[in-house]
């Protein structure tokens, strides 16, 4: 073999090296623009992904679809609507699901094909839709309430979608707004969260009353099976481990985690003033992200796609704004 083929033959073997290498994931902000904070994301992959919000009483409902770029695309879609979306999600058939302000929920192809279309719900209602969740088209749960910390006759709303219609699920009251509703994977179990400590499982057919011992609203329960599940609210991160809840400890200092989301191989908690916390799931050992970088952003929602990229969305929701901006920060190779 010639020197120069000699070389050659080793800047291959070297460049194929670099290309195996891995990359050192890293946070980056992938949208800061006016038109609505973003309070929610879902998809079927990292580049296939719908993020949802809206103007909080400032403007009107506000989608972003994700490609890999975003693009608002409420109007395209036949959305002009004042009300917020609050949450956004997906069934394995196909069909996206978004809710929000006085009832409003929105379904249509994930592909994005067709504009969205309206279910109305079985009532009038002046509630927030705050959490969808399902397992199938003819398996979704809707939650929501009006979030006052008193008591009103839309509080406790659990609203269920056989495939034909939406029917109201009668839940033990507790005068609580509802916010979010989750369910592993192969199981027959859901949690649903909400105002004052409020969460609930669902399971055989019967309710039972899991509430945690905190004033603070649990705004996200989210889980990665039916033996780990996490939820979140105030300056709290709680844990399931199939048996019974406890609060996380060690956790670095806070000011408000508003969304938890449980990836293949890490937890992501988000939440006021850049709040990002991320959990290894193979070590167990959590990893502060508030400096890295500093965000000036208030995060409220995490979803974590297939294959290991994070996003966190959110913006201006907890100060008000004539213009709400909305923010979308992702975790991943640059």
Request: proline share 6%; glycine share 14%.
């Amino acid at each position: 073999m010639t020197p120069i083929v000699a070389w050659r033959s080793l800047m291959a073997v070297v460049g194929l090296a670099a290309c195996a290498a891995p990359c050192q994931p890293e946070w980056n902000i992938a949208l800061d623009s006016p038109g609505g904070a973003l309070l929610a994301g879902w998809g079927r992959a990292a580049d296939d992904a719908w993020l949802v919000g809206g103007g909080l009483g400032q403007g009107r409902a506000r989608i972003v679809r994700w490609t890999g770029q975003p693009a608002d695309v409420a109007a395209a879609l036949g959305v002009e609507r004042g009300e917020t979306l609050w949450w956004v999600w997906g069934s394995p058939e196909g069909t996206v699901w978004m809710v929000g302000e006085r009832g409003l929920v929105l379904r249509g192809p994930a592909d994005g094909s067709e504009p969205l279309a309206i279910v109305e719900p079985p009532a009038p209602t002046e509630a927030t839709l705050y959490g969808i969740w399902g397992r199938g088209d003819d398996d979704v749960w809707l939650v929501g309430g009006i979030a006052n910390q008193r008591g009103d006759l839309d509080d406790d709303l659990v609203l269920h979608w056989d495939g034909e219609r939406l029917v109201r699920v009668a839940l033990p009251r507790r005068d609580a707004a509802l916010f979010k509703v989750w369910g592993p994977d192969g199981d027959d179990q859901l949690w649903v969260s909400g105002e004052s400590g409020t969460l609930w499982r669902y399971q055989d057919n019967a309710w039972t009353d899991h509430a945690l011992a905190t004033a603070a609203s649990i705004l996200t329960v989210h889980g990665c099976g039916p033996d780990e599940a996490y939820a979140v609210g105030g300056r709290h991160v709680w844990q399931w481990d199939g048996v019974g809840w406890g609060e996380v400890s060690g956790l670095p200092s806070f000011a408000l985690a508003a969304g938890v989301a449980c990836g293949d191989d890490e937890v992501l908690v988000v939440g006021a003033q850049g709040v990002r916390l991320r959990k290894d799931r193979r070590t167990g050992a959590w990893h502060d992200d508030q400096l890295a970088p500093f965000m000036d952003h208030d995060l409220h929602g995490a979803w974590a796609a297939p294959g290991g990229e994070l996003f966190a969305v959110g913006g201006d929701y907890l100060i008000p704004a004539v213009d709400p901006r909305g923010l979308i920060a992702r975790h991943g190779c640059p």
